[in-house]
């Protein structure tokens, strides 16, 4: 069973243009997550999927983050119009059901640097 | 708030010694998961141990072990016979429940090198 995987691994971006980060989770697993980490700290969680629904985006950005997890293919999380600040490892995870009690599943990140 | 606090940035230790690494939160829910996570040089985020809060009992996985204080809400980590593999980043994380769903909150991570 493949675990979480993401792609591209590394993505380098000039100002202005767009990133387009992919997750596929492992099998059996319905529910993805991204997280954003900065450098020297810890991961901070963006948005939460289900399949063709975005069930909590609250860590999101307001604006130029989206993300979507459509019923065919991967999760994808897309930034427009990029910024240096946006210079970050994006991980992804994925779990069986999500709730109180379970366990996520990180893939191994994507490191977006912006020029 | 729900936090997570990792008061340690830093921490060293000798190969094949004994380290702690101490982990604070903060809830008001009953039941729920705790976690540490390894992040090496590779940047892959590793499940290293997880804690079931309506378990007494602490959560073993062979050199990685935790103690797990509920009434004071800690959840410490210690590595026996410390490896030079096991140098990394250590994340705590827990599940909480805020804005209407369940997702992990981290804390700032302790760096730990094992010394040769």
């Known amino acids: 069973n493949a675990g979480v995987m993401q792609n591209p691994r590394h993505l380098v971006r000039r100002r202005g243009q767009e990133a387009r980060l992919r997750c596929s989770p492992m099998?059996?697993?319905?529910?993805v997550y991204w997280y954003r980490q900065l450098p020297e700290e810890g991961l901070k969680f963006m948005v939460y999927l289900q399949k063709e629904n975005i069930i909590d985006e609250s860590g999101m950005p307001k604006e130029r983050f989206s993300a979507e997890f459509p019923k065919e293919g991967p999760s994808i999380l897309r930034i427009q119009q990029v910024v240096r600040g946006d210079s970050a490892a994006y991980f992804c995870a994925s779990s069986p059901v999500g709730g109180s009690t379970d366990t996520q599943y990180f893939g191994p990140g994507t490191r977006l640097t912006v020029l | 708030a729900q936090t997570v606090t990792q008061s340690q940035p830093e921490m060293s230790v000798q190969e094949a010694e004994t380290v702690t690494l101490s982990c604070t939160y903060d809830?008001?829910?009953?039941?729920?998961?705790l976690f540490w996570y390894k992040q090496p040089p590779s940047r892959q985020m590793i499940l290293v141990i997880r804690?079931?809060?309506?378990?007494?009992q602490n959560a073993t996985e062979n050199r990685f072990s935790v103690n797990f204080q509920k009434a004071a809400k800690s959840f410490s980590l210690k590595i026996s016979d410390s490896q030079l593999g096991d140098t990394a980043m250590y994340f705590c994380?827990?599940?909480?429940?805020?804005?209407?769903?369940?997702?992990?909150?981290f804390g700032t991570g302790t760096r730990l090198k094992v010394l040769a």
């Open positions: 809830t008001s829910e009953n039941n729920y998961y």
């Open positions: 804690q079931e809060a309506y378990k007494q």
């Open positions: 099998k059996g697993h319905s529910h």
């Open positions: 994380a827990f599940i909480s429940f805020t804005s209407g769903t369940y997702k992990y909150i």
